[in-house]
């Protein structure tokens, strides 16, 4: 059971747009920023949105992060078939003093 | 570049120890604190605690504790990750990630990943 909640599963067809929700709470989400992970099949993770809606160089600006309160979405447009992968958020929890990750979307592009 | 490169897969019986190492390079090693998160076959990932690689003080998890220790070698811009007193549930990828952040903190980059499997 995540601290953050992530649906477990979404698709799309090449060149559609997707977003993936990650629910948190006060302690987390809702006072500290949201970072976003993306795992591509049988490799680490690589950080894809850190700070809510920064991209680190070198990712396409197709991702893009927002957050609202105590949720957060990441959102790709363009869908290509190499964004296929697992996508995870994170943030902070200040309660239980550690980092938190939802359980991870897996993306299939169709 | 920035690079974090971890040792290779481990093969243990259970009650055994294991040590995984994560060799920095491309940056000053203690001017950032590192972090490990654990992720067991086809589940999610699960941060286990940072050190902080100025002082080498330590900072665990819930559920981390006990038979899991950080550690560091400056002198060859390395930390460490040992597990002892293996358990099946042991049996995860090992992951460690550096916290570039300043203000704010993220997990960039990570290392390769280590597969530790824990079997009779």
């Known amino acids: 059971q995540s601290v953050l909640t992530q649906p477990p599963s979404t698709s799309g067809t090449p060149g559609q747009r997707v977003t993936i929700s990650c629910s948190g709470s006060s302690s987390n989400i809702g006072i500290n920023t949201v970072n976003w992970y993306q795992q591509l099949p049988g490799t680490a993770p690589k950080v894809l949105i850190y700070?809510?809606?920064q991209r680190p160089s070198g990712v396409p600006d197709r991702f893009s992060g927002s957050k609202s309160g105590t949720s957060a979405s990441l959102a790709i447009s363009g869908l290509q078939s190499e964004d296929e992968a697992d996508y995870y958020c994170a943030a902070w929890d200040d309660s239980l003093n550690g980092w938190v990750f939802g359980g991870g979307t897996k993306l299939t592009v169709l | 570049q920035v690079q974090l490169v971890q040792s290779g897969s481990e093969l243990k019986k259970p009650g055994a120890s294991v040590k995984v190492s994560c060799k920095a390079s491309?940056?000053?090693?203690?001017?950032?604190?590192m972090n490990w998160v654990r992720q067991a076959p086809g589940q999610g990932l699960e941060w286990m605690g940072w050190i902080n690689t100025n002082t080498g003080n330590p900072t665990y998890a819930q559920g981390f504790t006990g038979r899991f220790v950080f550690s560091l070698d400056t002198s060859v811009t390395t930390a460490y990750l040992e597990i002892s007193s293996l358990k099946a549930e042991d049996t995860a990828f090992y992951y460690c990630a550096r916290d570039p952040g300043g203000v704010t903190h993220w997990f960039d980059p990570w290392g390769q990943g280590t597969l530790v499997t824990v079997s009779p």
């Open positions: 491309g940056y000053t090693f203690s001017s950032y604190a």
């Open positions: 700070s809510n809606n």
